[in-house]
């Protein structure tokens, strides 16, 4: 019998890979894959991109289409999930020699020093415990060039009406969900927002779903002026 468990000792999303976009859309309709593209036009000029947790290639692909000659590192602790990237990629006949696909945990891995234009996690900080993210987003801001951009897109509680309450609910149920299927060791949603304040700023915000989601671009604090300046000319 095949052992739940993959080679880091846990069960990861492996066993997901295969219905990840299935059960997205049966909750969330198109809201995900708008909300994880909503600022994927501001990568077009990013030579170096990390992608931290990618999941099942929908957003790798529409950034190759972009910009098919940026150099991407892809890193993702499920194999499964990995390998159903590969295989969208191939589907579609993308060849992907700029792209190094890892194996790797992110909490762990490490990273080349200011290497990467843009780091991209979509979905992905939602994974961790405060306490983690206090760690892991120092460790990436390392690898992020000094003019550097960050996509993130996640889940946040919404403050407001009746989707307070139902924010809350499909909150308590995801974390249930993902607790159940896979290692994750998050047991409700943390703000990664102060970690990433300490050196970055958000130029470009997008919320959608009454709030439950939203996508943000952050520059250095010192980029970030001209980042925004340019976002109100482009609109
Ligand atoms: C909720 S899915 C999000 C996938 C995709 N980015 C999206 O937008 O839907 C989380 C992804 O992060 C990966 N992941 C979770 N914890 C990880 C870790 N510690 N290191 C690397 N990848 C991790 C999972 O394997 C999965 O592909």
Same mark, same amino acid.
């Given at each position: ?12 999303? *492996? @066993? /997901? ?5 299935? !059960? ?9 894959? $708008?909300?994880? +593209?909503?600022?994927? *036009? @501001? /990568? ?5 991109? !990390? ?9 790798? $692909?529409?950034? +190759? ?171």
């Amino acid at each position: 019998m095949k052992s739940p468990h993959n080679q880091f000792g846990t069960r990861s999303y *492996d @066993r /997901l890979s295969g219905v990840y976009q299935l !059960l997205e859309t049966i909750v969330f309709g198109p809201w995900l894959q $708008k909300t994880r +593209l909503a600022h994927i *036009d @501001r /990568l077009q000029d990013a030579k170096t991109v !990390l992608i931290l947790g990618e999941g099942d290639g929908r957003f790798l $692909k529409e950034l +190759l289409k972009l910009n098919p000659d940026c150099q991407v590192d892809c890193l993702d602790k499920s194999s499964a999930m990995l390998a159903t990237t590969q295989e969208r990629l191939k589907k579609k006949n993308i060849v992907t020699p700029n792209i190094n696909f890892i194996h790797a945990d992110a909490l762990s891995y490490d990273y080349p020093v200011k290497s990467y234009d843009a780091i991209v996690t979509l979905f992905f900080l939602d994974n961790f415990k405060s306490s983690q993210l206090e760690e892991l987003i120092p460790k990436l801001m390392h690898s992020l060039k000094h003019e550097g951009k960050w996509l993130v897109a996640d889940f946040q509680q919404p403050q407001k009406g009746i989707m307070k309450y139902i924010g809350s609910a499909l909150l308590w149920v995801m974390y249930r969900f993902f607790r159940w299927q896979t290692d994750i060791s998050a047991k409700s949603l943390a703000n990664p927002q102060p970690f990433l304040a300490k050196q970055l700023t958000v130029v470009v915000s997008k919320h959608y779903f009454a709030s439950l989601l939203y996508s943000e671009l952050w520059y250095r604090n010192d980029s970030a002026k001209y980042a925004s300046t340019q976002a109100r000319v482009s609109g």
